[in-house]
């Protein structure tokens, strides 16, 4: 199993702009999750959907869809739909498998660090092992897939 830069040279990081568009595919398909499960269940339930504060109902359930997406897929396939497009996965450095801790941590905390401090997304370009903040603390990384 390819887990370190050290022990396989062959790895290749997946950098920054990969990254990127892995994620950006991954926001229209949270997006898409929302527009065609939550947002029918809430007119049917006649659930507020204009409402535009942290603690409505429906940013309480966009912000569930969007943790539960990345964890799920990450837990149980390593990558999201995203990363499968463009044929990157998230690897642990450490060791084969990833942990719920190291990916609960990785998707909910360390992603919410990462967006509150805008650097944790772009050191990504300039770390050799193309790590964000979030990888940083969980010591993951993402890399290219053979296809």
């Known amino acids: ?3 370190t830069g050290e022990s396989n040279p062959s790895i290749r ?5 990969m990254r990127f568009w892995a994620y950006l595919l991954d926001l ?6 929302e ?3 939550i947002k029918p269940i809430f ?13 409505a109902p429906i ?4 912000a569930i869809i969007f943790y539960l997406y990345f964890v799920l897929m990450t837990k149980y396939f390593n990558q999201t739909l995203g990363k499968m497009v463009f044929g990157i996965k998230v690897i642990d450095l450490k060791s084969e498998k990833l942990s719920w801790g190291t ?3 990785r998707e909910w905390i360390g992603r919410f660090i990462s967006i509150t401090v805008v650097v944790g997304y772009i050191i990504v370009a ?7 903040l979030h990888d940083l603390f969980t010591d993951t990384s993402v890399i290219h897939i053979e296809r």
């Open 59 to 62: 940013s309480i359930a966009s």
């Open 28 to 33: 229209i398909v949270v997006g898409s999750i």
């Open 1 to 3: 199993m390819e887990t």
């Open 35 to 37: 527009r065609l499960l």
């Open 126 to 132: 300039f770390l050799p092992k193309k790590q964000g």
């Open 103 to 105: 990916i609960l941590f």
């Open 43 to 55: 007119r049917m339930l006649e659930i507020p959907l204009a409402e535009f504060n942290m603690f």
């Open 13 to 17: 990081y997946a950098g920054f702009w």
